[in-house]
């Protein structure tokens, strides 16, 4: 660990950086999509296409996670990320709503814009997570993740919630406005947060109250050895060797399958909400608005009674099984009609997405630096790139698959209901999955094969 930990206040504003980025992504995958294929009439693999593009460009990940291990610096790549992000932000809206009059040029633009959506996501969000992993107490890793990724969930829900009732009425013009303010608001947020926490640190010096934190004489001895290759080699054979790793692989399948669930409900879900039950951009957007309330509930159940009910092999079973049952039900929805609950039932949906998405956090930045030579950063570019690609292939496969039923059946019941199916099934893949990695992990945990694997095994498959 490079300098002294974190402390908890430089973690909620270190979370602050992640509500910032997560507020900017949620107006792309969500009231963007929306209008491009409601109020636009456009296909829907159209947005699919270009949210598949922002998550593609993330694929550059594992580098950029190399590259802050190599330079050892974190601010300016989330700084310099954030306005990236911002700026991409800002383009799709205006691209969005060119395309209105012409089509050729918003779309040029829009690509331009999800590229930089891509770039500023990888850069900061991999940063960010970086500098957490590096500099954060292993014991209060999984904590620290659920209190990141629970102030991301506050602003989806802020940002939603708020510009729902800006949209509307709705109008170009109020498109860029409100997207305008959002990417402004992102980064000011980003820029105060960051400040001075990464320097402080840099600059710690022991006091009397640190006395247990004085290196040792074999750590000094230590640290003037010449570094491991972890921190020299080059990138294709560092990269090589962590996909080596059972855990390391194994957790990243995980990753990908259950990302790939998600990534496909939450290009749909709004759309679905408007071709079927008519629902208003404004109301669809306060729909997600309830999903993400849910995710929060399923972070907090996990958070306050996990260590009690099951280890983090059990939630992540459970919410992937949970969310299944809740795709189950939206496949029923437009049969039913309008006395469907919808609301709860997108509420529950995103409750068992929360429940499964904390586990799998705190499970990660567990794992993070569990391995024979100190990699943090590719390890987590790794499980970053495979989420990314995965919630970009899974929202062009199911935007491509709702316009593909819709047209050999002109049902858009018919052809939402398919897709749900086929999310729950994911899902039920994906919790199988989760059982196979907890096993592999408590089979590691009793060989005692890696020392730094002995508490990410316990917790994943452990009692």
Known sequence: MNGPPLGWLDIFRLGLVQTALGSIVVLTTSMLNRVMVVELMLPALLPGALVALYYTIQLLRPRLGYGSDVSGRRTPWIVGGMAVLA??????????ALMDAAFAPGLALAILGFVLIGLGVGAAGTSLLVLLA?????HRRPTAATIVWLMMIAGFIVTTASAGQLLDPFSPARLVAVSGGVSLAAFGVTVIAVWGVEGHHEDWQATPADADNVPSV???????MPPKSGATAPFRQAIREVWAEPIARQFTLFVFISM?????????????AGAVFALTPGQSTQLSSFQYQGVLLGMLLVGGLGPRLGNLRTWMMGGCLGSAVALLALA????IGPVF???LVVFLLGTG?????????GSMMSLVDAGVERREGIRMGLFGAAQAIAVGLGGLVATAGVDLVRWLTAS????????FLAEALTFVVAAVLAARVGRIAEAQRRLNIKNAGGGYAAGLGGN
């Open 412 to 419: 858009p019941r018919w052809a939402y209901s398919l897709v």
């Open 87 to 96: 700026t991409g932000g800002l383009l799709a809206a205006v691209a969005t």
């Open 341 to 343: 609950p919808l609301r």
């Open 332 to 335: 029923t929805a437009g049969f």
């Open 353 to 361: 997405l929360g429940i499964f998405a904390v586990a799998a956090i």
């Open 134 to 138: 590096k500099r954060v107490e292993p």
């Open 260 to 272: 790939l669930a998600y990534g496909a409900q939450d290009l749909i879900l709004e759309p679905f």
């Open 218 to 224: 074999d750590e000094v001895a230590a640290a003037a």
